[in-house]
């Protein structure tokens, strides 16, 4: 496939009001979960990126019927990548058996979770990728969820795509995961709807909670509590879920190269509206406020279980700060990007316990090291995280994406408030999940 090549040239000013496209882990699990409920489930603001169209399409091969409708603009609203989607649900027991093998693309989310969901078919599935999802680690799912009874090929005893599926006949199982992991966790509580009784997942931390809130949602019986840093999540097995209209938020791990682009900005001053703000998964906030942005949330709201604000965010002097813990969960995906907001702060940011990053769909650590030396910026990789020191001037240069989208957008915000023109190569790798992102940064280039 033909490389994208993009020219960045530096601004002074990232201005305006927008939204951006959907979540993209929300929009996943609506749309599976429409899938195995009763009646038509309608996803207005769905994220039709790559990874996203990756999921109905394997829905559809399940002969799941559905259907995209491009969303409607409503006044003074910019929209990027949403849509209207509708599910036609087949219920727990309706899906069919594939003729083609699905193929999730570069999506973990949708082989994972897709994973759990046909480990209870009376049917076997065939599954696999692109290069890059077929080199990361599936056992983290193969390995329980044939303890629940499922029959699960694959290469090298199951660690790797592809996968051959054979479900059906599970049982509740107990099952302590070895990191926090929001992915092996939803895969586990999809499957546990296909058996008998009650399904336990405990994690030593905390992960995303969308799967949970969704499955609440659609008429689920589960129950979480938790001790400390452990949390303990159970589904109880063979619900009937009912189709629901559900409204995604804008997804705040995209938004975050847009709020990093104009913290830098010598003149930024951006709103952001109705962006996720699920306490799992707004760890960039804390960070980007601990290093002392600019930034507020407005308009909050509750609507179907999942926080939504209103982001706004101005010019600052930012600060190092040292990151580990259970705070890498909530900002996992931000990494990339929170690397270039620290190049440009004073003195020194520590990032660890992140070593997750190793097995994206790039090397993530070595691949934002990489991208951010070229252009100057003082960035050393650890063996689990990264150490950058701020305050030295980046220059344009050629780099590349990995063919990771968020190594793309970090580097070229990175590129924003670089001396010259960068060129980065594989651009086109934004479309797994921001989908007219290259447009949007236009629009927001001089403000309205």
């Not at 949602?217 to 303990?232: I, M, N, P, Q, V």
């Not at 930024?268 to 804390?286: A, C, F, M, Y």
């Amino acid at each position: 496939m033909a490389r994208l090549k993009k020219e960045i040239v530096p601004v002074a000013e990232i201005k305006g009001s927008v939204r951006v496209p959907g979540d993209k882990s929300i929009s996943h699990r609506a749309a599976m979960l429409g899938a195995l409920a009763e009646g038509t489930t309608v996803i207005e603001g769905f994220l039709v990126a790559d990874d996203c169209l990756h999921t109905l399409k394997c829905l559809w091969h399940l002969g799941v019927p559905v259907r995209v409708e491009e969303a409607a603009t409503q006044e003074g609203r910019q929209e990027h990548g949403s849509a209207r989607v509708t599910i036609e649900g087949k219920c727990l027991s309706g899906l069919q058996e594939p003729e083609k093998v699905l193929d999730a693309g570069n999506s973990g989310t949708t082989m994972r979770l897709l994973s759990g969901i046909l480990a209870g078919q009376s049917f076997t599935s065939f599954m696999s990728g692109d290069e890059s999802l077929c080199r990361r680690p599936m056992d983290r799912i193969t390995v329980p969820l044939r303890k629940m009874g499922a029959q699960i090929i694959g290469r090298q005893g199951g660690k790797y795509a592809p996968l051959a599926i054979t479900g059906g006949n599970l049982h509740a199982l107990y099952y302590r995961l070895p990191l926090a992991s929001a992915q092996v966790k939803s895969a586990l509580l999809l499957a546990g709807l296909y058996a008998p009784g009650w399904t336990v997942v405990l994690e030593p931390g905390s992960s995303r909670n969308h799967t949970e809130l969704m499955l609440k949602a659609f008429g689920a019986e589960l129950e979480a509590s938790g001790k400390g840093t452990e949390k303990e999540v159970a589904v109880k097995g063979f619900p009937t879920l009912k189709a629901q209209r559900v409204l995604v938020p804008g997804d705040l791990s995209s938004a975050a190269f847009l709020l990093v682009a104009a913290l830098i900005a010598p003149h930024g001053k951006l709103t952001i509206k109705s962006v996720g703000l699920n306490p799992t998964r707004d760890g960039i906030i804390e960070a980007l406020q601990a290093m002392g942005a600019k930034l507020r949330i407005t308009e909050k709201q509750k609507i179907a279980g999942e926080l939504i604000g209103t982001v706004e965010v101005e010019s600052s002097s930012l600060k190092g700060i040292s990151l580990g813990g259970a705070m890498i969960p909530r900002l996992i995906d931000e990494i990339p990007v929170l690397a270039v907001a620290a190049l440009f702060a004073e003195g020194v940011t520590e990032i660890r316990d992140a070593a997750e990053l190793k097995v994206k769909e790039s090397n993530r650590l070595a691949a934002i090291a990489e991208g951010l030396s070229r252009m100057g910026g003082r960035i050393e990789e650890l063996p689990d995280g990264l150490r950058i020191s701020g305050g030295h001037a980046l220059k344009g240069v050629s780099c590349r994406s990995f063919g990771d989208h968020r190594i793309a957008m970090a580097l070229a915000v990175a590129a924003l408030g670089a001396q010259g023109k960068t060129v980065l190569e594989g651009a086109e790798a934004v479309n797994v999940s921001f989908p007219g992102f290259w447009q949007l940064l236009e629009e927001l280039k001089g403000g309205e």
